[in-house]
């Protein structure tokens, strides 16, 4: 498996390199007090808040993936928008 390492510049001197391999970076708006429980839990963890953030949302995804209710409104999401695309596709139609 490859892995990138990913090199940020922080001022003029210092030079950090990660090697999490693809990363995007996404901004929320959360409100401050949620924030500042996100960070505390974190810091007891022993866990960067972005480590947090990142199982938090694994674990929700993951408990997506095992409801069936949700995997009943995912194809059927699925089936409006092939329908969609099949029509965008079609110049006939």
């Known amino acids: 498996m490859r892995t990138d390492v990913m090199v940020r510049w922080r001022g003029t001197r210092h030079l950090e390199e990660s090697t999490m391999?693809?990363?995007?970076?996404?901004?929320?708006?959360?409100?401050?007090?949620?924030a500042d429980e996100v960070e505390f839990v974190a810091r007891v963890e022993g866990k960067a808040a972005s480590e947090f953030i990142r199982d938090a949302i694994a674990a929700h995804l993951?408990?997506?993936?095992?409801d069936p209710d949700f995997q009943q409104r995912l194809r059927a999401r699925v089936k409006?928008?092939?329908e969609i695309l099949?029509?965008?596709?079609?110049?006939?139609a």
């Open 21 to 34: 391999a693809d990363t995007r970076i996404t901004t929320i708006r959360q409100p401050a007090e949620q």
């Open 62 to 66: 993951q408990s997506r993936r095992a």
């Open 80 to 82: 409006a928008d092939r």
């Open 86 to 92: 099949d029509r965008l596709e079609d110049p006939e």
